[in-house]
């Protein structure tokens, strides 16, 4: 209501968190009125509840009344109050300045942090590589310190429990691979030779990196997600502080066991895949086995064995030294537990297929 | 004598098992409105299970519980989240989220439950951040950035986010000082003053016993042995309360308390 040049509003009823959208655009409107008179004054008398939302709402109506030069007067508040208001009137001070937003900077920035991400990758592999030497070169040196039931009990976890799951993926590699060439190959009566294809591809390349994916998808994550989860609840400092190297005690293991699992994984993969190409070879292409083992023995030799299952404990090795920086890396929270999981798994990969491809260049130049 | 109105917990013969192996074996407890009632008893008796069944995060196997005056079991869901909104928890570990910053986890509850205009919730999470105690460039800090004082003061502002009618408390001033724990227990004694809360606090803390709890609950093989105020507790013969509270670490907190009481009086 305004009288003279003076608004004079009057509050009622539950000033409360559930009427605060409301009261909000109330006091909006009041405060634009109160630009138009000389002074204003609020009685609040009538109000039957007022919380913390009320109060600040108030608070507001009064400063935004204040700022635009007028005068507020606060009458009628009920004593009980009066503590919250003081509460209040002491909050929200200070203005937080928003930093401006500059779009070139911005992308300057993010393409700065994604290169010096990148580095910092290179150097902590490094690290962890130059690490894991040193704390082998110990074990070797005082034997007595390897922890030899840790590196069994991750053999199990990822070399014995990881085999029929291995096992049924190659097994439908291999069977996959055979179909397809028989079915192209019948077209120019090349049947014969889709058995040197699933025996060079399979034992060359296709089981090892399928298998050696596998892992990075199954071990590589639950190694980080471990090492991350330990990095949080603080174990990893504990056993810094024990005199101990979590390197030796917590990842050497980890790497040994991936190591010794993955070429044998990678072989039972490889006769899996084999023995699935076999099957429909027999079924599909109507090929006997006799023929298919005999066409495979002159087909391959030990090279192409040799040559897919020595890439094997490599890429081991490149899977457990990523998933156990990125584990290392993991901060307090819980996203970044899953961001480093997930990173761990996407690295390995990417990391496994190139050195697939070096692995491939160099058997080349040494005509293997 | 408290009327029905002014209880605003009332939980009757409560049992609760936890993996086979009995709780709370008939457990029943008031709490009124506006006091702050402290809950103690011995590590493993069940303190924190009561707090967590009375909040539903546990099954009773029977029992009633009546929060506002209404049976939660005959609630219904809606019902229940209409009573979720009236009451706040600070768990023992702050159980911030831990990927959202200070002030998105002051205004997850409001998000949620209102529609308020973005400068309204901002300004009213920092207020809340304020009136607990932080300045408010805590706002865009992680929780993993934070000491463990101010994750509690975080997580009490979280807690007081929607303006609750009760708070619970599960111990709140482990793993703070002394100073910070003394801090901390002025701040929920203020806090309750100017909102009206009532505040159901879980502790060990002899020193907030004596600070700001108005009465005390002890727990003991399942049940509450003895409820009152601190007058009671020193009268108490059972021989657990005796310990407690007339023990040697229970008499320096009490002398302290003493003081407190007499240097209010020369003021």
């Known amino acids: 209501m305004i009288r003279g040049d003076r608004l004079e509003l009057a509050a009622a009823g539950s000033w409360t968190v559930d009427s605060a959208a409301d009261l909000e655009q109330l006091v909006d409107a009041a405060v634009a009125q109160a630009g138009r008179a000389r002074a204003a004054a609020i009685d609040m008398a009538r109000i039957e509840r007022l919380d913390t939302f009320g109060a600040w709402l108030l608070e507001r109506l009064i400063r935004d009344v204040e700022t635009a030069g007028r005068d507020i007067d606060l009458v009628g508040l009920p004593e009980r109050y009066n503590d919250l208001i003081q509460e209040t009137s002491q909050a929200n001070l200070k203005q937080p300045e928003e930093p401006p937003v500059d779009l070139v900077d911005n992308a300057a920035k993010v393409l700065r942090k994604a290169l010096v991400m990148m580095v910092r990758d290179i150097i902590l592999t490094v690290q962890m590589f130059g690490h894991l030497t040193v704390a082998m070169l110990r074990v070797i040196r005082k034997p007595r310190t390897f922890r030899l039931t840790s590196m069994v009990h991750h053999l199990d976890r990822v070399g014995w429990k990881a085999v029929p799951i291995i096992l049924l993926i190659t097994f439908l590699i291999g069977a996959i691979i055979a179909q397809q060439g028989l079915f192209h190959f019948r077209k120019f009566g090349a049947d014969v030779y889709v058995v040197d294809m699933v025996g060079i591809l399979v034992l060359r390349e296709i089981g090892v990196l399928i298998v050696a994916i596998m892992i990075a998808g199954r071990s590589g994550s639950a190694y980080t997600a471990e090492l991350g989860s330990m990095k949080m609840r603080e174990e990893i400092d504990a056993l810094q502080t024990m005199g101990l190297d979590p390197v030796e005690v917590l990842i050497l293991p980890r790497i040994l066991a991936l190591v010794i699992a993955l070429p044998a994984l990678a072989f039972l993969g490889s006769m899996a895949a084999l023995y699935g190409g076999g099957l429909v070879c027999w079924l599909y292409g109507g090929m006997s086995p006799e023929v298919f083992l005999g066409r495979l023995r002159e087909a391959i030799s030990l090279d192409h064995f040799e040559v897919g299952i020595s890439k094997a404990p490599f890429m081991a090795l490149v899977i457990g030294i990523i998933a156990s920086i990125e584990g290392l890396s993991v901060k307090g929270s819980a996203e970044s537990l899953g961001v480093q999981t997930t990173a761990s798994v996407v690295k390995s990969i990417f990391l496994v297929i190139v050195l697939d491809g070096i692995f491939a260049m160099f058997f080349a130049s040494i005509g293997k | ?267």
């Open chain 2, 1 to 267: 004598m408290a009327t029905e109105d002014d209880i605003v917990i009332r939980a009757r013969d409560v049992h609760v098992t936890l993996n086979e192996r009995p709780i709370l074996k008939g457990l029943s407890l008031d709490v009124r409105r506006g006091e702050v009632l402290g809950f103690v008893g011995g590590s493993g008796q069940g303190k924190t299970v009561l707090m967590r069944t009375i909040i539903g995060l546990l099954p009773k196997v029977s029992g009633t519980i009546e929060v506002f005056g209404i049976d939660l079991d005959k609630a219904g869901e809606s019902g229940r989240h209409e009573i979720e909104r009236r009451w706040g928890v600070l768990f023992q570990q702050g159980a911030l989220f831990s990927s959202l910053t200070c002030i998105q986890n002051v205004q997850f509850p409001m998000r949620e439950y209102l529609r308020l205009s973005n400068r309204l919730m901002d300004e009213i999470a920092i207020t809340k951040l304020e009136m607990v105690g932080l300045k408010p460039d805590v706002r865009d800090k992680y929780p993993a950035e934070l000491s463990g004082g101010m994750i509690k003061r975080v997580a009490l502002a979280r807690a007081l986010a929607l303006d609750p009618e009760i708070v619970f408390l599960d111990e709140p001033t482990s793993g703070l000082d002394p100073i910070g724990a003394g801090d901390f227990d002025e701040l929920i004694r203020t806090l309750q003053h100017t909102l009206g809360l009532t505040v159901y606090m879980v502790t060990h803390d002899l020193d907030s016993l004596h600070a700001i709890c108005d009465r005390i609950a002890v727990l003991s093989d399942g049940k509450v042995i003895i409820e009152g105020p601190m007058e009671a507790m020193l009268a108490c013969d059972h021989p657990w309360v005796k310990e407690y509270f007339r023990g040697k670490r229970s008499r320096a907190a009490g002398m302290a308390a003493t003081h407190v009481l007499i240097d209010e009086r020369v003021e």
